[in-house]
């Protein structure tokens, strides 16, 4: 059964409802017991297509990662501004 939207006529609150297809009914306000009326509501959006954020990485990627690592921490060590605490901000520290 879909859900619906309905706004009370006495009171103005809205609520959600379970309600049959075929019903023409409206419920009763939860909190006055006044008549309601169905809303026009917009639909939810379910995509069911892949993300590329669904994607695994190929171990392509995973190689340059770990290259461009290890040449950043070669390079990191190499600094003789690390070795003595007097690195001025070099980006290879």
């Known amino acids: 059964m879909p859900l619906y939207e309905f ?22 306000c939860p909190e006055c017991g006044g008549q309601s009326h169905k809303l ?22 995973h190689d340059n990662m770990n290259k461009a690592m290890k040449r950043r921490a070669v390079a990191a060590a190499a600094c003789p501004g ?4 007097s690195c001025s901000g070099c980006t290879n520290c």
Do not use: V, Y
């Open 7 to 28: 706004e009370c006529e006495k009171c103005g609150h809205q609520f959600e409802e379970l309600a049959s297809l075929n019903s023409d009914a409206t419920p009763t």
């Open 40 to 61: 026009m509501s917009t639909g939810a959006l379910h995509i069911e297509a892949a993300s590329p954020l669904d994607r695994k990485p190929d171990a392509k990627f």
């Open 82 to 85: 690390k070795k003595n605490g």
